[in-house]
């Protein structure tokens, strides 16, 4: 919410707003997947090496990286219309 009150003249309920917020929330949910996977690597790491199968790993991985892009666009979204709304809100009027 705060990228919406920095930049109220930008992010607006339009193509070229909802680009720029979408693409600033991006890069602020970036730091918070990092933290999740963070937080979840060790102990993904100790499931990944019971596994015997090579095949089954290797599956496992690319299962780990698409939940944490799914994460990542999920949040992304999510931030994104928050920016969004909150923008409008400091802007005072509808569309801007």
Request: zero cysteines.
């Given at each position: 919410m705060g990228l919406g009150l920095v930049g109220f003249e930008f992010f607006?309920?339009?193509?070229?707003?909802?680009?720029?917020?979408?693409?600033?929330?991006?890069?602020?949910?970036?730091?918070?997947?990092?933290e999740i996977h963070r937080a979840a690597w060790q102990r993904f790491k100790i499931v990944q090496d019971t596994e015997n199968s090579l095949q089954r790993r290797n599956k496992m991985?690319?299962?780990?990286?698409?939940?944490?892009?799914?994460?990542?666009?999920?949040?992304?979204c999510l931030y994104a219309l928050l920016t969004l709304i909150s923008a409008m809100a400091v802007r005072g009027d509808g569309l801007g």
């Open positions: 607006l309920f339009s193509n070229t707003g909802g680009v720029l917020a979408f693409g600033s929330a991006l890069i602020v949910q970036s730091y918070a997947v990092f991985f690319a299962n780990y990286k698409n939940r944490l892009l799914r994460v990542w666009f999920m949040r992304s």
